[in-house]
T-cell receptor, first 111, second 116 residues
Framework: DAKTTQPTSMDCAEGRAANLPCNHS???????VYWYRQIHSQGPQYIIH???NNETNEMASLIITEDRKSSTLILPHATLRDTAVYYC????????????FGTGTRLTVIP | NAGVMQNPRHLVRRRGQEARLRCSPM?????VYWYRQLPEEGLKFMVY????????ESGMPKERFSAEFPKEGPSILRIQQVVRGDSAAYFC??????????????FGEGSWLTVV
């Protein structure tokens, strides 16, 4: 049921910005884009979500293209603790209320 | 504000025994979700509950697994007659409710079940 496509893995140098892309070409008008991450042996951690406007919080920024068919999660200054699997999830606010996790992107931050 | 609390964090059961995993949602949350993650695999949805009601159990195995979220107390995921293939991490999550503003789902740290 995953409606998103993400690269399998990415590397990022410590201190640099990590840009994680996600394609969701079949997204519908009432569906949001959510990002979670899972650090090894921990529970998934909510990062950010958005509908059509760019969003920013203390963890990351979310850039959504104007046609909403893709988005990018930006970690502005990656640290070693940001090494994790990052999941991009498309989710509506009505009907099915759960999250469907795909395979995500394994981000490795390199010292 | 405490997050989603799961216990036990680690549980070892012999084949044929019962496993009970408990989940207390975040304060003010009335929606609970259970997910399972097998070793080296992704997270798979199991069941979605509201107080005293099962809303979606499409991901639950047909036998031996059950879940409840009573009016008072934590949500319980019960696995009867455990087998080695049940060894996994079980994650509970909660949300405030439906609709965009209260719909963000937050996860607990998981319960690791090992069947020997």
């Amino acid at each position: 049921d995953a409606k998103t496509t993400q690269p399998t893995s990415m590397d990022c140098a410590e201190g640099r910005a990590a840009n994680l892309p996600c394609n969701h070409s079949t997204i519908s008008g009432n569906e949001y884009v959510y990002w979670y991450r899972q650090i090894h042996s921990q529970g998934p951690q909510y990062i950010i979500h958005g509908l059509k406007n760019n969003e920013t919080n203390e963890m990351a920024s979310l850039i959504i293209t104007e046609d909403r068919k893709s988005s990018t999660l930006i970690l502005p200054h990656a640290t070693l603790r940001d090494t994790a699997v990052y999941y991009c999830i498309v989710r509506g606010t009505t009907g099915a209320n759960n999250l469907f996790f795909g395979t995500g992107t394994r981000l490795t931050v390199i010292p | 504000n405490a997050g989603v609390m799961q216990n036990p964090r680690h549980l070892v059961r012999r084949r044929g025994q019962e496993a009970r995993l408990r989940c207390s949602p975040m304060k003010g949350h009335s929606h609970v979700y259970w997910y399972r993650q097998l070793p080296e695999e992704g997270l798979k949805f199991m069941v979605y509950l509201q107080k005293e009601n099962i809303i979606d159990e499409s991901g639950m195995p047909k036998e031996r697994f059950s879940a409840e979220f009573p009016k008072e107390g934590p949500s319980i995921l019960r696995i009867q007659q455990v087998v080695r293939g049940d060894s996994a991490a079980y994650f509970c999550a909660s949300s405030q409710g439906t609709g965009h503003s209260g719909n963000t789902i937050y996860f607990g740290e998981g319960s690791w079940l090992t069947v020997v």
